[in-house]
């Protein structure tokens, strides 16, 4: 059968532990760059009705400022007594 030395399971196990730890690392690493991409998204999308808003603003006071102001009341007539 195979007759393997103890320097050649050392060597194995390692290399198998070697794999194993950069595996776990790099699901490590995508697990957080996937949670940070849907943080930015959340941040763009939150800045982008942000903006809507301001825009919203900004018309509505542009409206109102070219509105024309209504007409005052007309003074009352002082009518001459009798």
Known sequence: MFKFTIRELLLLTLVVALGVAWRIDRSRLVERLSLELRN?????AERDIERKAREEVIALYEQARHASAPNPPAP???LPSD
């Open 40 to 44: 930015v998204k959340l941040l763009i």
């Open 76 to 78: 009352a007539r002082n």
